[in-house]
């Protein structure tokens, strides 16, 4: 085993710890709500082996699914590798074959032709199936139970599109899956497939559109009427993947837009709207019609929030100096030339939350993580940008009221999964890690779930799991009931 770069991809809450276990009966402190009945799921990005590249990034590590399984005040705990087609061929070679994040151009032959993707970002439940995904490849389905892998998901072979985003949406009401692939024909297509699941599973539309530049799409929309694809100027290159550079550059002079067209229309219906220059964001809140006004609720920055992406595209800013705000951009639909209005709505973060019931609804209420303002001390090193969030906010959209759950000294804070209550009128709960620095060494941490009251942040957490570990930073999570797991299609 060769060693591994010290670089902020590789150190603090991103410490490789490639560990596949199961823990029964984590320790409890404070009592767990009994409506925390089911499964949080997380996706973690670990690497099985040291990378090819000394600048290898997080977001090329395999994917683990990792589960807290919570049944009557008992925690348990698993993680387990996604076992794609790349972590089986790096197994059975024992080191690293597969080079740069998202560039082929840079693996070992023995990698030639075979599936790149790590499954890495979200896990995905849809219809009683788990899958985790990457936005570079399919999904792959996962057993809920055992956490062993089943294999790729193409939607019995009907699945034309090569990628299926970490991002979907389920409606709320009609429980169909809205996804998209970008990329969908290859490397480079400048196509982007366009399709519904029906409450099934089964894939019931695919429709593929060319996008106005060849931007990583990481996140979309829709609303009771609209399927929303926000775009923005961070752009792939062929040639420069040719040339062994980096797949994503940040174009700071381009502007965004937005894609809008019927939710269940045809593509040709596709109106592209122009945004602001050189603005960037990885995930929107949610989007409602009102009447011909749409209004989609981003976590906007004014430039790309990875420093690799940034980078390559020769935009030289520090982290801390990156400037944002949760943004509302509202079109007005019944216009000739509909254009965006832009106001923010909130402080700047990521990694947002909203009840699954408002899914493309009006929405009175949404979670995000952001920094303290007064937390004294650098912010936790790792995660996905190399520092962690240190603050969980709670955000009323209409009126802007913000309250804010705050950490110990030096945490970091994860993207929380919500649980809703049974009790009429209770807002549900929130799960979060919380990473708790136990020393100076930026490896040496416990990692805890906190159960926080959803509509009461600010009293902090009602009860702590206690890992006893230091689990390595995860990206997305999702939180799968237990009459939902108890329907799971594989057993
Ligand atoms: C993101 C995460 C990814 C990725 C591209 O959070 C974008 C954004 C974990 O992998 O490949
Ligand atoms: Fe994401």
Not at 125 to 131: C, D, E, K, S, V
Not at 433 to 446: G, I, L, Q, R, T
């Amino acid at each position: 085993m060769t060693a591994f770069p010290q670089t902020i991809h590789f150190i603090g809450t991103n410490t490789p710890r490639r560990v596949e276990m199961s823990v029964r009966d984590l320790a409890v402190e404070g009592t767990i709500p009994a409506d925390v009945e089911g499964a949080f799921f997380r996706a973690v990005p670990d690497n099985a082996h040291a990378p090819m590249f000394d600048d290898d990034i997080a977001l090329n590590a395999d994917g683990m699914i990792a589960k807290f399984d919570f049944s009557g005040g008992a925690v348990d705990f698993a993680i387990r590798y996604v076992e794609t087609e790349r972590y089986k061929l790096e197994r059975e070679a024992r080191r690293a074959l597969f080079g740069q994040y998202r560039n082929p151009f840079t693996d070992d032959p023995a990698a030639e032709g075979k599936d790149r993707t790590v499954a890495n970002t979200t896990p995905v439940w849809h219809a009683g199936r788990l899958f985790m995904t990457k936005e570079d490849g399919r999904g792959y389905e996962v057993n809920p139970h055992t956490l062993e892998t089943v294999g790729k998901w193409d939607y019995e072979g009907k699945l034309r599109s090569q990628t299926f985003t970490a991002h979907p949406r389920v409606d709320p009401v009609t429980g169909e899956l809205f996804f998209f692939g970008y990329e969908a024909g290859g490397l480079c297509d400048p196509n982007v497939a366009y399709c519904i699941a029906d409450a099934q599973g089964n894939l019931v539309k695919e429709q593929w559109f060319e996008q106005p530049y060849l931007s990583t799409i990481h996140d979309f929309v829709i609303t009771e009427n609209y399927a929303i694809f926000p775009i923005f100027p961070t752009l792939a290159d062929l040639d420069r993947l040719r040339a062994g550079g980096a797949h994503w550059a940040h174009h700071q002079d381009k502007p965004s837009y937005i894609g809008i067209m019927p939710r269940y229309g045809d593509v040709s219906e596709m109106k592209w709207i122009e945004g602001p220059v050189g603005v960037s964001c990885f995930h929107e809140v949610n989007a409602y019609d009102d009447g011909d006004l749409v209004h989609i609720d981003l976590c906007l920055t004014d430039t790309n929030a990875f420093a690799f992406m940034r980078e390559a595209g020769g935009i030289h800013r520090d982290q801390r100096e990156i400037q944002g705000a949760l943004t509302r951009w509202t079109i007005d639909m019944g216009k000739d030339a509909p254009a965006i209005e832009e106001r923010p709505i909130g402080p700047p973060g990521d990694l947002c939350r909203l009840a699954d019931a408002d899914q493309g609804r009006p929405y009175n209420r949404a979670w995000y993580l952001s920094m303290n303002p007064q937390a004294k001390g650098p912010p936790m090193l790792g995660g996905p940008v190399g520092a962690n969030f240190n603050a969980l906010l709670r955000i009323e959209p209409g009126n802007g009221r913000v309250t804010m759950m705050e950490l110990p000294p030096g945490a970091g804070i994860s993207e929380p999964a919500h649980v809703p209550s049974s009790e009429a009128g209770h807002g549900g709960w929130l799960l979060t890690v919380v990473d708790v620095p136990n020393s100076p060494n930026p490896a040496d941490y416990s990692s805890e779930v906190w159960i926080v009251e959803a509509d009461a942040v600010e009293n902090g957490p009602v009860a702590k799991v206690k890992t006893g570990l230091a689990l390595r930073s995860q990206v997305h999570g999702t939180w799968v009931s237990r009459e939902r797991l108890d329907g799971s299609r594989v057993k």
